[in-house]
């Protein structure tokens, strides 16, 4: 099993930044691919960003994001960031950290297992 833990959301204001970190822990792999989601209140849950692996591996954005948001990797900490700039309202949502042991359930929308969830809140 692998627990994720996410931290760094709270409430900002349009053009402000923020960065998420999710944790890893418990029975974990270097050859894990980790992601980010978030679902918005009425919506349904959307990829944000991923990476195939916790060393190189493919990087993938969502188009919503990719101009905005950068993940970035402490291996030695098992911690996947996620910087994101210029938030908007409409990035508003539950933010999940996700993991697999193979990157295509990841970009699936299905990974095996799933962090709580942080709130960001971007008021206009």
């Known amino acids: 099993q692998v627990q994720l833990v996410e931290s760094g959301g709270g409430l900002v204001q349009a053009g402000d930044s923020l960065r998420l970190s999710c944790t890893a822990s418990?029975?974990?792999?270097?050859?894990?691919?980790v992601a980010w989601f978030r679902q918005a209140p009425g919506k349904d849950r959307e990829f944000v960003g991923g990476?195939?692996?916790?060393?190189?591996?493919?990087?993938r954005y969502s188009d919503s994001v990719m101009d905005r948001f950068t993940m970035s990797r402490d291996n030695t900490k098992n911690i996947l960031y996620l910087q994101m700039n210029n938030l908007k309202p409409e990035d508003t949502a539950v933010y999940y950290c996700?993991?697999?042991?193979?990157?295509?359930?990841?970009?699936?929308?299905?990974?095996?297992?799933w962090g709580q969830g942080t709130q960001v809140t971007v008021s206009s």
């Open positions: 990476v195939s692996s916790w060393v190189g591996g493919v990087v």
């Open positions: 996700a993991a697999d042991r193979v990157y295509q359930p990841v970009i699936r929308g299905s990974p095996a297992f």
């Open positions: 418990g029975r974990t792999f270097k050859t894990d691919a």
